[in-house]
């Protein structure tokens, strides 16, 4: 059974609900990567984004499933290479989620964070569905002392690559990516303009990432 989810950014300036949301129409996972993590720094938010192991919970799906209903101009975007655009809300610096820097491909990897309880009760958690995978494990922080317990995956499991592909292609022949909120339908560039950091910024967020 699919369920409508809620979500917002800290404040409530940004507010939306996620459609048709069920296990089998997204991905479950937490990323340890690198950059996850220097997004968090970016954002001022490490200690409210990031696990203790320094894990960013997402819920990759169709852009096209997310509709806001309030504060769409709160949206910013910055990249911190150009691979991939990370969403964010100016007002509060929320997290939102990351796509690929074109319309063409529909995907986000939406935060977890933001995403709130069905209106009808269903728990979260139980929507979504149970974590699939821990990725990129090999950039995973020790700040309780345990991250040899931690079941995560160096990268990214290959059968999760070939999944997330076949996902794509049947979003991409839906015309998801003519429905997307991160990008305007009409020209595909994007709702906000990127800022893409410079290298000494780049530098800054990474020895804050890395605790130097």
């Known amino acids: 059974m699919s369920i409508d989810l809620p979500f917002r950014c800290a404040c409530?300036?940004?507010?939306?609900?996620?459609l048709g949301i069920s296990p089998q129409r997204g991905n479950h996972l937490v990323c340890y990567c690198d950059d996850c993590q220097a997004f968090a720094h970016f954002l001022g938010g490490?200690?409210?984004?990031?696990?203790a192991h320094g894990g960013t919970e997402i819920f990759?799906?169709?852009?096209?499933r997310i509709e806001i209903t309030q504060g769409a101009d709160r949206l910013a975007c910055m990249s911190l290479r150009g691979r991939l655009f990370r969403w964010y809300t100016s007002c509060c610096r929320t997290p939102i989620g990351n796509t690929l820097p074109t319309h063409r491909l529909p995907f986000?990897?939406?935060?977890?964070?933001?995403?709130?309880?069905?209106?009808?009760?269903?728990s979260r958690d139980d929507v979504l569905g149970p974590i699939r995978a821990r990725i990129f494990g090999r950039f995973a922080r020790s700040r309780s002392g345990d991250r040899?317990?931690?079941?995560?995956?160096?990268?990214?499991?290959?059968?999760m690559v070939l999944g997330f592909m076949l996902v794509l292609l049947a979003?991409?022949?839906?015309?998801d990516h003519r429905r997307s909120p991160f990008f305007d339908a009409a020209t595909g560039a994007p709702v906000a303009?990127?800022?893409?950091?410079?290298?000494?910024?780049?530098?800054?967020?990474?020895?804050?990432?890395?605790?130097?």
């Open 60 to 64: 990759q799906m169709s852009p096209a």
């Open 12 to 18: 409530g300036a940004l507010q939306g609900r996620l």
């Open 148 to 159: 040899g317990k931690l079941d995560a995956h160096d990268g990214t499991p290959l059968g």
């Open 108 to 122: 986000v990897g939406l935060v977890v964070a933001g995403i709130a309880n069905a209106n009808g009760g269903s």
């Open 46 to 51: 490490a200690d409210r984004i990031l696990d």
């Open 171 to 175: 979003a991409r022949l839906r015309g």
């Open 193 to 212: 303009t990127p800022y893409v950091l410079s290298p000494e910024e780049l530098r800054a967020v990474e020895q804050a990432r890395d605790g130097a």
